[in-house]
């Protein structure tokens, strides 16, 4: 086969737990204010049905080095081939996503950024997008592999991103700080989907083999490998809206 889909998600959450204002802000380690847009959300009870709905059309969900091969070796893909990608690694994830992930005996990519990550975990509030703990995010090690959304660069500028901002050398500090820290070298989420052809021409020298945008579309031999699309599995989408992404 030679393409596959990658889904993007950020936060699970109940239904009865979610009204659109709920969301105050992330809750982060290093104390950085945002916001998570509410379409980034997911409700649980979508989830299930999605990830059910890809076990049951017999669906394999990829490793990294399954799509570093497809490119870079000539390997071919399974034929109905999804990779599974969270970006933040929030709480909600490790409560609820892992469970059914680990159920369907499915396989997942984590875009850790490394200084939101927690020393201890911290309660789950539905009022906060709360992130993991460093002993959480080894806990979902059996199902999740984790890759590079930079250590603390994950942040908005008014015109573009911090990761578009910087010069070429704290990037540089920054993503190999992240790189002591995830398990699979060499790939990059670029935070808000934020990227341009300087930071792209210093990822390739940097070794990275694999770039993810937050670009909708089928990934193909003929896809840039720094470009990769995601689709993002957003809160208004039923099963009908999520079947339509493999059609």
């Not at 997911?42 to 890809?54: A, G, N, S």
Request: some cysteine; aromatic content about 16%; proline content about 2%.
């Amino acid at each position: 086969m030679n393409s596959f889909i990658t889904l993007m998600y950020h936060e699970i959450i109940k239904r009865e737990d979610f009204t659109p204002t709920i969301n105050e802000g992330i809750c982060v380690s290093d104390g950085y204010e945002d916001k998570l847009p509410t379409s980034l959300f997911c409700f649980l009870d979508e989830f299930e049905k999605q990830m059910r709905y890809l076990h049951e059309q017999g669906y394999t969900t990829l490793t990294l080095q399954q799509v570093k091969d497809f490119y870079y070796s000539g390997k071919s893909l399974p034929e109905k081939a999804v990779l599974l990608t969270f970006d933040d690694l929030f709480k909600s994830v490790y409560i609820y996503a892992y469970p059914i992930l680990k159920k369907y005996g499915f396989h997942a990519v984590g875009f850790v950024v490394k200084d939101w990550l927690f020393s201890q975990p911290q309660e789950y509030k539905i009022e906060k997008s709360v992130t993991m703990s460093f002993e959480e995010v080894e806990k979902i090690s059996d199902v999740f592999e984790f890759a590079n959304h930079t250590a603390s660069l994950h942040k908005r500028r008014k015109e573009c991103t911090e990761v578009q901002a910087v010069d070429k050398e704290i990037l540089y500090k920054d993503l190999m700080e992240c790189e002591t820290l995830v398990n699979t070298k060499g790939v990059f989420a670029y935070p808000f989907g934020g990227y341009n052809e300087q930071v792209i021409e210093n990822l390739k020298a940097w070794g990275y083999l694999l770039g993810f945008t937050t670009e909708e579309g089928k990934n193909t031999v003929d896809t840039d490998t720094m470009k990769l699309h995601r689709y993002g599995v957003f809160i208004n989408y039923d099963i009908n809206k999520f079947m339509d992404i493999f059609q």
